[in-house]
């Protein structure tokens, strides 16, 4: 560990002790930001990864809401409000029962950097609840909504900050989030992204993150000269992300053979066909299923319970040639990145955020295979919410395909990004360093633009 990442580290972990993965998140980042402080002394003298680390703003509040039967319950909610030098702040929400401050710290931290990657006027932010809106019925989902949106809306504003989708809020989520705000506020403004088609979302938003890490790993394997066309990919995850990373192999020529949720995950050898997938669609996003009912209807795959007491995970033990983790963080720890290794697999691009440890990320990094992190290769869907906000401050819709394209050249920058600002710090093929400088220098010199607020 570099003696400048030691310094912030410490720092970090003395404020803050049991925020693990915003500890994880600072280590990571740091390390390539040591690279930028040899040269610049001027960014380290002026603290800018210090002020980037503590947010600009945290908002934790009581969300209480009524059951279907009349109990009550009492969850938190929580914005954090993290880094503004460059625009609005702009990050999703999560609705999951492991939910706390430091899960949403790292989110928000890793979204500063994934935002500036963009090319878009972003700041970074994330937001959510320890709510499970599993097995929770349409209007407990909506009171819940109603509640959280009942403090939030104060504090949110489409100049100001800019919420949208992640981990339990999709498009029934945002479009309760949405009512209750423009009841209050009594406007109608951007303040959510990946609203309906109808009332000012945009088209490819509910694919675009997908779509976007598919994108940049067909940039990564272009750098060898090769395609998707028959290659063989392990995706994780059968949500937002996973759904649509599928659907775009599918488009480019790849085979999916593995899908999964928290209980467990399939594999099916055959390949996730089109049919097949659409009813994964329908029993994920209608019916609120699970993927081991997938199973059950295609007889070619298998289905295997997660084991929590396992120090690995089964899903990353198939012969294949890329993967898209697409579920959560630290689903691939060391042994599952040597487990990748070992069955052939040289293309990693991660749909969601932080899902590699920071041994396994260092494996991939010295086995010099395709590795594009996850802010790099999950901007897609922020790039999109981007191009939802110009659309809304227009009033005018893009067509699917002008969305698209602009998605497809935003990746393909994002990816021109990382490789040269890689090279520029003398460390050819490195995706993590790229992504990390080139994301942090925008901000930072914004910052320093902007003097010491
Ligand atoms: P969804 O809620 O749509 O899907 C999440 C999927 O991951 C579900 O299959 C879920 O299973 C599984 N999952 C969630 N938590 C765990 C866990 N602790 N262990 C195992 N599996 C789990 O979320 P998204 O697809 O939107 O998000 C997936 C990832 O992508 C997250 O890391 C998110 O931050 C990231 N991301 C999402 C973006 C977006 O636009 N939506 C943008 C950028 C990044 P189950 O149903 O059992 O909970």
Redesign the pocket.
């Known amino acids: 560990m570099k003696e400048f990442t030691k310094e912030v580290l410490d720092m970090a972990k003395a404020k803050d002790p049991g925020e693990t993965e915003f500890h994880q998140a600072v280590e990571e980042v740091a390390d390539s930001i040591a690279l930028v402080y040899e040269r610049h002394p001027e960014y380290r003298t002026a603290k800018v990864f210090e002020r980037i680390m503590e947010p600009e703003r945290v908002i934790m509040f009581r969300v209480p809401w009524m059951d279907d039967q009349g109990e009550i319950h009492i969850n938190r909610g929580f914005r954090i409000e993290m880094n503004s030098a460059i625009g609005p702040y702009k990050g999703?929400l999560?609705f999951?029962p492991?939910v706390n401050l430091g899960i949403l710290k790292f989110?928000a931290f890793e979204q500063v950097f994934k935002n500036s990657l963009t090319s878009l006027p972003m700041g970074g932010g994330k937001g959510g609840s320890d709510f499970d809106p599993?097995g929770k019925s349409d209007n407990e989902v909506m009171r819940f909504c109603q509640s959280f949106m009942s403090e939030l809306f104060r504090h949110i504003g489409h100049n100001t900050d800019v919420p949208?989708?992640?981990?339990?809020v999709?498009g029934r989520e945002i479009g309760f989030l949405f009512g209750f705000y423009k009841k209050l506020k009594n406007e109608f403004t951007g303040v959510l992204t990946g609203k309906g088609l109808n009332w000012g979302g945009s088209l490819i938003r509910p694919e675009?993150?997908g779509y976007g890490a598919v994108y940049i790993a067909a940039e990564m394997l272009a750098t060898r000269g090769e395609t998707f066309e028959g290659k063989t990919c392990l995706v994780s995850?059968?949500?937002?992300?996973?759904q649509y990373t599928t659907e775009k192999l599918l488009d480019l020529g790849g085979k999916v053979v593995t899908l999964?949720?928290?209980?467990g995950h399939i594999y099916d050898p055959e390949g996730i066909s089109r049919e097949k997938l659409e009813f994964v669609l329908e029993l994920?996003n209608v019916k609120r299923g699970r993927?081991k009912e997938y199973v059950e209807k295609y007889r070619s795959a298998t289905y295997t319970p997660?084991d929590p007491g396992a120090d690995f995970n089964p899903l990353w033990d198939h012969k294949a040639q890329c993967a898209f983790p697409?579920?959560?963080?630290n689903?691939i720890n060391k042994k599952d990145a040597q487990n990748l290794l070992n069955n052939g697999v040289y293309c990693v691009s991660e749909?969601?955020?932080m899902?590699t440890s920071n041994d396994g990320v260092k494996l991939f990094i010295e086995k010099g295979i395709l590795y594009a992190p996850?802010k790099a290769a999950?901007a897609g869907?922020?790039a999109v919410s981007g191009l939802e906000m110009t659309q809304n401050s227009m009033r005018l819709p893009w067509t699917r395909q002008e969305v698209d394209d602009r998605l497809r050249m935003i990746m393909k920058n994002i990816h021109k990004t990382c490789v040269e600002t890689a090279e520029r710090f003398n460390t050819p093929g490195n995706y993590v360093n790229g992504a990390n400088i080139g994301g942090f220098l925008k901000v930072a010199n914004a910052m320093l633009d902007q003097g010491l607020v």
């Open positions: 999703g999560r999951h492991s989110l599993k949208a989708g992640d981990i339990g999709g675009a993150t995850g059968s949500g937002n992300v996973a999964s949720d928290s209980n994920k993927i997660m697409s579920a959560t963080q689903e749909g969601a955020n899902p996850g999950n869907g922020v």
